[in-house]
């Protein structure tokens, strides 16, 4: 089962990750939403089980989560390694995580639309997946101001703006744009395992 392979890689990364992370309670805000989703994963694959592709996706996400807080944002060295690959100004992979919250919750909201509504493919559907995305990353971004607030300087770490005033809006404008990134390149490979899983047929467009 695809969704075991899965597990254990994102579990091995969970539990290499809490080896001395750079800092605890960053790491614990970070990976919160593997432990939540994990098993709800777990606990609903009998009765809806998802692609490979969504289930992939997922555990990809997984991991970015797990890499960033391990190291904090700011800090992980593939960022560092991009940034003066491309000669960038910032550690650039706080960006990579909020373009995966657009790319990798377009699929989710996608598969959930088109299995449980009766929205069909075309224009509404990209448009509707693609606020959905944004309102996802407007909600984290708020979940951040309130962690700021709460933890005054200790949220530095969580938040990962590296001193750029404009971060909030960078982090949801590309998480924009990997929403619709997302659908342009994966629709059809994504119809493809719908149809072959009976969620939808080849006459739901």
Same mark, same amino acid.
């Given at each position: 089962?695809?969704?075991?392979?899965?597990?254990?890689?994102?579990?091995?990364?969970?539990?290499?990750?809490?080896?001395?992370?750079?800092?605890?309670?960053?790491?614990?805000?970070?990976?919160?939403?593997?432990?939540?989703? @994990?098993? /709800?994963?777990?606990?609903? %694959?009998?009765?809806?089980?998802?692609? &490979? +592709?969504?289930?992939?996706?997922? !555990? =990809?996400?997984? @991991?970015? /989560?797990?890499?960033?807080? %391990?190291?904090?944002?700011?800090?992980? &060295? +593939?960022?560092?390694?991009?940034? !003066? =690959?491309?000669? @960038?100004?910032?550690?650039?992979?706080?960006?990579?995580?909020?373009?995966?919250?657009?790319?990798?919750?377009?699929?989710?909201?996608?598969?959930? @639309?088109?299995?449980?509504?009766?929205?069909?493919?075309?224009?509404?559907?990209?448009?509707?997946?693609?606020?959905?995305?944004?309102?996802?990353?407007?909600?984290?971004?708020?979940?951040?101001?309130?962690?700021?607030?709460?933890?005054?300087?200790?949220?530095?770490?969580?938040?990962?703006?590296?001193?750029?005033?404009?971060?909030?809006?960078?982090?949801?404008?590309?998480?924009?744009?990997?929403?619709?990134?997302?659908?342009?390149?994966?629709?059809?490979?994504?119809?493809?395992?719908?149809?072959?899983?009976?969620?939808?047929?080849?006459?739901?467009?």
């Amino acid at each position: 089962m695809f969704l075991r392979v899965v597990s254990a890689v994102v579990i091995s990364a969970l539990v290499l990750s809490a080896w001395r992370p750079h800092d605890l309670a960053t790491w614990a805000m970070e990976i919160a939403p593997v432990v939540i989703v @994990l098993p /709800l994963l777990w606990a609903t %694959h009998r009765r809806f089980p998802l692609t &490979p +592709l969504l289930t992939g996706l997922i !555990g =990809l996400h997984a @991991l970015v /989560l797990i890499l960033g807080g %391990h190291y904090s944002y700011a800090r992980v &060295p +593939l960022g560092f390694w991009m940034q !003066g =690959l491309f000669g @960038l100004s910032r550690n650039p992979y706080d960006g990579i995580g909020h373009f995966a919250q657009g790319f990798i919750p377009a699929i989710a909201a996608r598969e959930l @639309l088109l299995r449980h509504t009766k929205l069909e493919r075309g224009g509404w559907l990209f448009v509707l997946v693609t606020a959905v995305c944004l309102a996802i990353s407007a909600l984290y971004e708020l979940v951040e101001w309130g962690a700021a607030l709460a933890l005054g300087q200790g949220a530095d770490e969580f938040l990962g703006t590296q001193g750029d005033p404009w971060d909030t809006q960078k982090d949801m404008a590309l998480a924009w744009v990997g929403a619709m990134l997302a659908q342009l390149l994966l629709a059809r490979w994504h119809d493809r395992q719908l149809e072959h899983t009976g969620a939808i047929d080849e006459t739901h467009s």
